[in-house]
């Protein structure tokens, strides 16, 4: 029988658009809380909303803060990086990460939905000789991009289903879906496309706490989903210093 191998995923957005928590927004604070060492060090790490400058909630630019220097520090610390097909004009774009040390073979993925290629970065990694698909995403505000809204959701919730799936053996979606299905006993309230949720629960399971992730509007906008059939160890959401949004993590195994 085949030993399964521990593993653990890291999702944050990082709000480099309209930043409001800049106090000690730096890329060594970023890189040194993405790997506390409170915490398993991450196989893999989803960012969100992230670019070459931090705009903060007055417009106001800083070029000192970069997805590049964070990329700089992580390579340093033995990471690779699978960015998307193209970055965006504002910093709202995605990166995924990945421990090189615990890949057997990497393969970049196109996006699902075919716009919006700055919101989606995806690889096809072997580990212990299993094919893990996993994309780091962050779906635009519904009234903003209604119809994208739900096409990305639909392109997602189809590549979940597929059966017969020639493409991977576990499935992980993490990052920013801008979606909360309601919670009156947790306080946490609805979005527009909340039934989008429940759809790809039937094909995923949504490893993270009933929790606030996004304060300003009291919703749990942020979700790591992975294959049904994918055995999790355990998942925290984590506060830290840099955006609106918690961190979530999940330790599981392949």
């Given amino acids: 029988m085949t030993k399964k191998t521990a593993l653990t995923i890291l999702s944050a957005n990082f709000n480099f658009y309209k930043s409001k928590n800049n106090t000690d927004k730096n890329p060594k604070n970023i890189v040194k809380f993405l790997l506390s060492k409170n915490r398993p060090k991450p196989t ?37 990086v699978i960015r998307p097909l193209q970055d965006g004009k ?26 919006y290629y700055c919101r989606q970065a ?19 505000l519904y009234g903003n991009a209604p ?10 919730i189809q590549l979940a ?11 992980i979606l993490a990052g920013d879906f801008n979606e909360s299905i309601e919670n009156i006993t947790k306080n946490i309230k609805g979005t527009t496309l909340s039934h989008k949720i429940e759809e790809i629960l039937k094909y995923m399971t949504d490893a ?21 059939h994918t055995e999790i160890s355990n998942f925290e959401t984590i506060e830290n210093n ?9 330790n599981f195994f392949i």
């Fill in 122 to 140: 995806g690889g096809l990694f072997t580990i212990n000789s299993k094919r893990l698909a996993i994309f780091s995403l962050h779906f635009p």
């Fill in 90 to 115: 504002q910093p709202v774009n995605t990166r995924l990460f990945y421990l090189k040390e615990s890949i057997e073979t990497i393969k970049e993925l196109q996006p699902i939905y075919n716009d």
């Fill in 147 to 156: 119809v994208d809204k739900k096409e990305m959701w639909n392109h997602y």
């Fill in 208 to 228: 993270s706490d009933e929790e606030i992730t996004y304060k300003e509007t009291n919703t749990k906008l942020d979700h790591i989903f992975l294959s049904n």
């Fill in 161 to 171: 289903s597929s059966k017969q799936n020639e493409l991977y053996d576990h499935l």
């Fill in 44 to 80: 893999f790490i989803a960012l969100q909303e992230v670019g070459n400058r931090l705009i903060d909630n007055n417009l106001k630019t800083d070029k000192g803060v970069t997805i590049e220097k964070i990329e700089e520090i992580l390579n340093d610390k033995g990471y690779g």
């Fill in 242 to 250: 840099f955006s609106d949004h918690k961190a979530l993590l999940v």
